[in-house]
Every structure is written in structure tokens, then in C-alpha cells.
């Protein structure tokens, strides 16, 4: 098997588990993305790769889950019959039904297993309380909504860190949200560093500046952090996360992230549930990081359509023709998954030369 091996004890223990809790509940997933690697099931487990520092080269490692034989857990999903894909392509008229109702979540079961997870975190970090970047979006709301449920008013710190041409009703709706959850909050205006970066820097264009923002802002959440002994709370949902609509080390990054397993649309449901205030449930989605910029402007289509096809093709491993019979069209199917190829470096630890002097 080469660098393959059975995990059974010892460094691979966490990963053995991990195995285990993926194969119980994504029993539907054949291609899996994980924080440290990438997972793939097969027909006596999962094959988990994942870069270890100082390692020579990615490590992979088949965890055997003994009970899914006994079970009869089926790991793969099966090959539609012929039949099945006659219905299906004869029915593609929209965007699938089933693809909308894969998106439907639970709110009150998925809320309690949020929370449970944030202060499971925390305390295993030996820390109380988090740090969230306040935006006034409601990726950065619920997030902070959430939060406030798991670790009550003192176990929350908010930051708001406009720049000097943010959208002023962006201050506005992150300022209210922080008097409504009832937590504290400091603003850092983040022109004076921006601009000092770039008054040697003419050329730079204004992805460049964005970036440098999102970065500088986490700069900001993470020194907080410090000071209060705190983590930072992410604040990036499984949409972003997978097409790469995020700047590197910067809203990317974070201690740990309540909702990067949820889509943008499963966002807007939970953050209904926990009462977000419509004004910023409703508004439309900006990362603010220049005049006028929109996500679904720039992404070229809505993030509705976005999550239903994103659904199908990496959650449900559905191929171009079967996509194509669900209503989704070639140019789309390709953006996207163009987007998510190119933009895989940003979700997973970077790799590790594999040059080592042991013998």
C-alpha cells in the first residue's frame, strides 16, 4: 500500500474517530473536504490524506470502520438504474426539487448541535469566551448569535472595523446587532493601516486593497484575541468556503467556525430561527471591500442557484449530464467547477516539502 496504512492507535487516533463520526452521518458523501486533508470513502472505510507538519510528504491513512459491514451502512452511493435516470431527465425542467429539499435544514436540532460545539471548543482550548468580526452581514450575525446562546453575554466579544469608504448603514447594522444580542463591542477603524500599506503602492488595484483589508481586520480579531484570552470565531459558510470566495488568511481564517458546514441559504434559515433581525437577514450579501460590491454580482449568479448545484454535484457526486438534466446548464456547471478547483489550495494546511533526514 506505500504511505497507506490501518489506523488502529497511537498520532491517528483523533483521525479513527473523525473516520468514524463522517461515515455515521454523511453516508451520502463519496469526495469529503476535512480541515487538515481530504477524505475519500471506499469499500472498507475512509481514506483520509492530510499534511503533517515536518512530515515527508502528505500522509495517508485507511481508518476501518468495522461496524459499517455489520450494519450494512452503505458508504457510496448507489448507481441510479436506467429507469431512474429516464424519470430524472425527463422531469429536468428547473433547478431540481430534491436538490431545494437537500438544503433543508432543522433549525433547532442544527442550533443545539452549533452551540454544544462552540462551548465544547472553547473550553477544550481552555478558554470562556470568543472574539467575532461584526460586519453587519449575516454570515458574521448568526455567527455571533449563535455564540451568544453557547457562552451567554460575557463569552462574547464583538469588533467592528470599518474603512473609511465601508458602507455607513454596514457600521450601523453591526452596532444594533451588538445592542440586541446584549454583548460587548469596540470599533477599530482600519483606514489609518490600509492606507499607510498602500501610499507607496499606487499600482494596486482594488482586489489587491480588499484583500489586504480582510486581512488586516484579522490581524485585528486575532491580537484581541490575545488580550482577552479569547478565540476568534469564524465567520465563513460552506458556500464561500468551497467556491473560494474569501481572501487567504484573511475572513478565512479563525480559531473555529460554527457555520462552515452550512450553505448560504441554510444560513438565511438558521439565522430566522434565532431571530437575526430581518434588516440584515434580508439586505443584499456584500463582502463591503469597495464601492457597490455585491457577492452575487460578482459570482455571476445567485447564491440560491449556487448551493442547489453545489448540493448535486460535490455533496451527491452527480456528473455534467446528470447536472445537465436537473436544469443546470454547461457554462454554469463549469464556472463553478472551475472555482472550486482552482481555489482548493485555500482550503486545506499547505503542504510540506517531502524532504526528511531520517533513515
Given at each position: 500500500m506505500g504511505r497507506e496504512r490501518w489506523a488502529e492507535a497511537g498520532t491517528v487516533q483523533t483521525l479513527a474517530i473523525l473516520a468514524e463520526r463522517l461515515c455515521a452521518i454523511l453516508p451520502h458523501y463519496s469526495d469529503l473536504w476535512i480541515p487538515n486533508g481530504r477524505g475519500r470513502k471506499g469499500k472498507h472505510g475512509l481514506l483520509l490524506e492530510y499534511a503533517r507538519p515536518h512530515a515527508a510528504g502528505p500522509e495517508k491513512i485507511m481508518v476501518k470502520r468495522a461496524t459499517a459491514a455489520r450494519r450494512g451502512?452503505?458508504?457510496?452511493?448507489?448507481?441510479?438504474?436506467?429507469?431512474?435516470?429516464?424519470?430524472?431527465?425527463?422531469?429536468?425542467?428547473?433547478?431540481?426539487?430534491?436538490?431545494?429539499?437537500?438544503?433543508?435544514?432543522?433549525?433547532?436540532?442544527?442550533?443545539?448541535?452549533?452551540?454544544?460545539?462552540?462551548?465544547?471548543?472553547?473550553?477544550?482550548?481552555?478558554?470562556?469566551?470568543?472574539?467575532?468580526?461584526?460586519?453587519?452581514?449575516?454570515?458574521?450575525?448568526?455567527?455571533?448569535?449563535?455564540?451568544?446562546?453557547?457562552?451567554?453575554?460575557?463569552?462574547?466579544?464583538?469588533?467592528?472595523?470599518?474603512?473609511?469608504?465601508?458602507?455607513?448603514?454596514?457600521?450601523?447594522?453591526?452596532?444594533?446587532?451588538?445592542k440586541y444580542l446584549d454583548i460587548r463591542y469596540e470599533t477599530v477603524d482600519i483606514s489609518p493601516m490600509v492606507d499607510a500599506f498602500f501610499d507607496n503602492r499606487p499600482e494596486a488595484d482594488r482586489l489587491r486593497r480588499g484583500n489586504k483589508m480582510a486581512r488586516e481586520r484579522m490581524s485585528i480579531l486575532f491580537d484581541c484575541a490575545a488580550a482577552r484570552d479569547a478565540l476568534v470565531l469564524g465567520t465563513s459558510n460552506r458556500t464561500e468556503t468551497l467556491l473560494g470566495y474569501g481572501t487567504h488568511f484573511g475572513d478565512t481564517a479563525c480559531s473555529l467556525n460554527p457555520i462552515g458546514c452550512l450553505y448560504k441559504t441554510q444560513v438565511r434559515l438558521l439565522a430566522l430561527h434565532v431571530a437575526v433581525p430581518e434588516r440584515i437577514r434580508t439586505k443584499i450579501p456584500t463582502a463591503d471591500l469597495w464601492p457597490d460590491q455585491t457577492d452575487e454580482a460578482e459570482l455571476g449568479y445567485t447564491y440560491e442557484e449556487i448551493d442547489r448545484l453545489l448540493l448535486l454535484m460535490v455533496d451527491r457526486g452527480l456528473k455534467l449530464r446528470e447536472l445537465q438534466a436537473h436544469g443546470f446548464d454547461r457554462e454554469m456547471v463549469r464556472s463553478v467547477q472551475d472555482r472550486i478547483q482552482r481555489n482548493e489550495f485555500k482550503r486545506r494546511m499547505p503542504y510540506v516539502a517531502p524532504i526528511t533526514t531520517r533513515h
Open positions: 451502512a452503505r458508504l457510496r452511493p448507489k448507481r441510479a438504474s436506467r429507469s431512474r435516470k429516464k424519470r430524472v431527465r425527463k422531469r429536468g425542467t428547473s433547478h431540481s426539487r430534491s436538490a431545494s429539499a437537500g438544503l433543508d435544514i432543522k433549525p433547532e436540532t442544527v442550533c443545539s448541535r452549533i452551540e454544544r460545539f462552540i462551548q465544547k471548543e472553547t473550553r477544550a482550548a481552555g478558554r470562556s469566551r470568543v472574539v467575532v468580526g461584526l460586519s453587519g452581514g449575516i454570515d458574521s450575525a448568526l455567527s455571533a448569535a449563535l455564540a451568544r446562546r453557547a457562552l451567554g453575554r460575557a463569552g462574547v466579544i464583538a469588533i467592528l472595523m470599518p474603512y473609511r469608504n465601508s458602507r455607513k448603514d454596514s457600521l450601523r447594522d453591526a452596532e444594533e446587532l451588538a
